[in-house]
């Protein structure tokens, strides 16, 4: 069986995702090992190998997450699951979808009340239409949109529940010290997000 060991200490996001994604591309490799300092790092690595259908074992030395991925890539379940995520985009993106980019936790610029007041007003405005975001995406400050004390967690709980795909930034949570605060929706990188920008959707940015 090959194997390859890919050193992502000391790498921030989206380094270690990639760097996974480029060995996990090589054909002749089965199995690699990833090798990350961080629990961010462990969360988008883990989570970018199990939407792509590969097995994730996960063990801890000398305080370095070791995860080990098996690739999978002739198994049913991957190949069903590449198919629906490819009929769904498809689907979403002639129906007119749109994935929202939130860089900010308040809209416009001027008074910080009246910027919470206008997001919490679009989010409602969200929730009352006839179809939801396809994704919404969250970054710098907008990540306390996604955290305990949102003033939209109600309407995002409703997005969510309506299917609408809630991605926040991993990079902002941790440095704005959010990690063990985040409410729903998961944790992402920048490759991600940065492939639902340049995908078949309509992108309505909010800053």
Same mark, same amino acid.
């Given at each position: 069986?090959?194997?390859? =060991?890919?050193?992502?200490?000391?790498? #921030?996001?989206?380094?270690?995702?990639?760097?996974?994604?480029?060995?996990?591309?090589?054909? $002749?490799?089965? &199995?690699?090992?990833?090798? !990350?300092?961080?629990?961010?790092?462990?969360?988008? !690595?883990?989570?970018?190998?199990?939407?792509?259908?590969?097995?994730?074992?996960?063990? %801890?030395?000398?305080?370095?997450?070791?995860?080990?991925?098996?690739?999978?890539?002739?198994?049913? #379940?991957? %190949?069903?699951?590449?198919?629906?995520?490819?009929? $769904?985009?498809?689907?979403?993106?002639?129906?007119?979808?749109?994935?929202?980019?939130?860089?900010?936790?308040?809209?416009?610029?001027?008074?910080?009340? =009246?910027?919470? !007041?206008?997001?919490? $007003?679009?989010? &409602?405005?969200?929730?009352?239409?006839?179809?939801?975001?396809?994704?919404?995406?969250?970054?710098?400050?907008?990540?306390?949109?996604?955290?305990?004390?949102?003033?939209? %967690?109600?309407?995002?709980?409703?997005?969510?529940?309506?299917?609408?795909?809630?991605?926040?930034?991993?990079?902002?949570?941790?440095?704005?010290?959010?990690?063990?605060?985040? =409410?729903?929706?998961?944790? $992402?990188?920048? =490759?991600?997000?940065?492939?639902?920008?340049?995908?078949?959707?309509? !992108?309505?940015?909010?800053?």
């Amino acid at each position: 069986m090959s194997h390859k =060991l890919v050193d992502c200490r000391g790498l #921030a996001c989206p380094h270690p995702v990639i760097n996974t994604k480029k060995a996990l591309e090589e054909a $002749s490799i089965e &199995t690699i090992t990833t090798i !990350v300092d961080n629990d961010v790092a462990r969360q988008n !690595v883990t989570l970018f190998a199990k939407n792509a259908g590969h097995q994730v074992s996960e063990e %801890q030395k000398d305080g370095f997450y070791h995860l080990t991925i098996t690739r999978n890539d002739a198994s049913p #379940a991957a %190949q069903t699951s590449a198919c629906a995520a490819e009929s $769904s985009a498809v689907t979403a993106a002639s129906a007119g979808g749109s994935v929202y980019f939130i860089t900010s936790n308040e809209l416009g610029q001027g008074s910080p009340d =009246l910027g919470e !007041v206008l997001i919490k $007003s679009l989010f &409602t405005t969200l929730t009352a239409m006839t179809s939801p975001p396809v994704a919404l995406l969250f970054l710098n400050t907008g990540v306390y949109l996604t955290c305990e004390g949102s003033p939209v %967690q109600e309407q995002l709980e409703k997005l969510h529940a309506a299917g609408a795909a809630v991605l926040t930034c991993g990079t902002c949570l941790e440095y704005y010290h959010l990690k063990d605060k985040l =409410l729903l929706g998961n944790i $992402s990188n920048m =490759l991600e997000i940065n492939n639902w920008l340049s995908g078949p959707y309509k !992108v309505i940015t909010i800053a």
